[in-house]
């Protein structure tokens, strides 16, 4: 088997990589790289103006919907979405590919082409406006609905074709539109119950804005079990993508331009690598004004920072204009009830914080920011025995774990680098040397406070 570099593409003249380092290489990820390749976080003094955060995205022409959507309870049971059939290149029609929120003024904002109207009172001002109907992947969600869409990039054999299920509540009134993804690798199963629980519990009559929620992105890699792409790619690593480009490109492209760009707010759930854990928490650009506003409404949450790697959907988003950011909770493959839960609950409180929910929500002890965070590596090859927890407080010098040499018998102790907290781990396994351990984060104050 030939391995291929990240593009895809074999360089010549390089010579093959050992077997360690091909392990270490398959073994890492966003989870890693995020944090190791992120821009050190800026000086508050010396922070970009806001006028340097992402531009506005801009507004495509708005689509014709085909079908007004059915209002469905999404907690009852419902038949499989059916496969879309393949569109004709020659036709010219592409209004299947668009979503657009139609009409959509935030609230308070007076259209530029209305005339000035006379100030409301107090009173009135009070008032949420009402909503407008959401079209949405050939179909029009109307105000106070739920349904069930189905999204296809129209990549695959037209008659094995399946599309993914898209879950969609348009509110009564008037807000910002939200946007949940899951799965973006195929082995991440907690983002996949997070949503469920999120969007089902949500009461379109109570609801100001919109939440449109995809369980299961990468489905061909769900339905394998595996964290890649049939063409052995990493979706997440290709956003925004391209019409022209390899399978994961289109698919990132598809899923960007049909949905993503048309969002006001982005949140991407994932869990940690295969044998890797991680603490519930955010990975966001702290350097971004608005994206650092953004994690304050995630309540009990930590927060890394990171300005996310090249091709990540957050950082495609982000450079969009649109306030995303990274909800980490847990390991791959496994269903998980605590990190299920402290997703959810921090789902609720940042529609609580958006206006978007009204409910008597308590709000916990804040979370500290991690700015300052770094993965440990082990030394040595060989079984490793962790003798800390996720989530365990440890101090600099303290013994993390051993390293055991099942042929000679040695042990190899690992160290903290530094005082702070276990917020991402390796699960005991068989290691080499090189392999990212332990990700421990220290507590810094969020800038301006």
Sequence with gaps: MTLAEPSGNISKGKTQPTQDALLAQLAEDENVEDVERSEPLQDAHNAPPSEDAPPVKKTKPKPKPKTVAPNIDLKEVAPA?????????ASGDSSG?????????????????????????QSEAKEPL????????????????????????????????????????????????LCLTGTIHGDELNGIEIIRQTMYDLDPEKLSGSVVGIPIVNLPGF?????????R?????????????????????????????????????????????????????????TVAEFTRG???????????SSGMLRTAAVNAGIRAVTL????????????????????????????????????????????????????????????????????KGQILGYIADPITNAQYPIHSTNDGRIIGMAVDQVVMAGFAAYHIGTEAKVPGE
């Design 81 to 89: 979405p059916t496969p879309e059939p393949p569109k004709n290149p």
């Design 97 to 121: 590919d668009e979503v657009q929120v139609v009409d959509k003024t935030p609230e308070g904002d007076v259209p530029a082409a209305e005339a000035p109207v006379p100030q409301a009172s």
């Design 130 to 177: 009402p909503a407008n109907n959401l079209v949405l992947l050939d179909s029009e969600v109307l105000p106070g609905t739920s349904t069930r869409l189905a999204w296809s990039s129209n990549i695959q054999i037209a008659g094995l074709s399946q599309p993914t299920p898209v879950l969609v509540v348009n509110g009564v009134n008037a807000g910002p539109t």
């Design 223 to 231: 339905q394998q079990g595996s964290r890649y792409l049939p063409d």
């Design 233 to 289: 790619r990493d979706l997440n690593r290709h956003f925004p993508g391209s019409p022209n480009g390899s399978l994961a490109d289109r698919i990132a492209h598809s899923l960007f331009e049909n949905i993503i760009r048309h969002c006001d707010m982005l949140v991407d759930i994932h869990t940690g690598s295969l044998k890797r854990t991680n603490l519930p928490q955010l990975r966001a650009d702290m350097n971004n004004p």
């Design 298 to 308: 995630f309540d009990r949450m930590a927060v890394v920072h990171s300005t996310g």
């Design 328 to 395: 980490e909770a847990g390991e791959s493959h496994r269903i998980q009830e605590h990190q299920i839960d402290a997703g959810v609950n921090s789902l609720t409180s940042l529609m609580e914080k958006q206006g978007m929910i009204s409910r008597m929500f308590v709000w916990g002890d804040p979370q500290p920011v991690y700015y300052n965070s770094a993965w440990v590596r082990a030394n040595h090859g060989g079984i490793l025995f962790s003798e800390v927890k996720l989530g365990a407080k440890v101090s």
